[in-house]
Nanobody, 118 residues
């Protein structure tokens, strides 16, 4: 069982920056592929970025060059640095954790709201 707690969501103006954090409670944190997803009202949840235990990253095309995912395995933390934010980035952002095999259990946090508006 893995518990995830996100923080850092806020109201920010277009062009602004924000850093989201996700704290994980597991003794085998490095075994988990960690990801950030987002869900806007009326839309499906979509992958924003993911990072392996070894630090390999993957990004959605819509955030490449603007967002950076990172992790601190010693602190069991995952971060999402978001720059040049746009109104279309407005969504609830969720942290997820899954082991890297087919059929692995997926764990989700409760989400944190990011609103980009002037």
């Amino acid at each position: 069982q893995v518990q995830l707690v996100e923080s850092g969501g806020a109201l920010v103006q277009p062009g602004g920056s924000l850093r989201l954090s996700c704290a994980a409670s597991t003794s085998t944190f490095t075994l988990y592929l960690m990801g950030w997803y987002r869900q806007a009202p009326g839309k499906q949840r979509e992958l924003v970025a993911s990072i392996t235990g070894g630090g390999n990253t993957n990004y959605a095309d819509s955030v490449k060059g603007r967002f950076t995912i990172s992790r601190d395995n010693a602190k069991k933390m995952v971060y999402l640095e978001m720059n040049m934010l746009k109104p279309e980035d407005t969504a609830v952002y969720y942290c997820d954790a899954r082991e890297a095999f087919i059929g692995a259990q997926i764990y989700w946090g409760q989400g944190t709201q990011v609103t980009v508006s002037s």
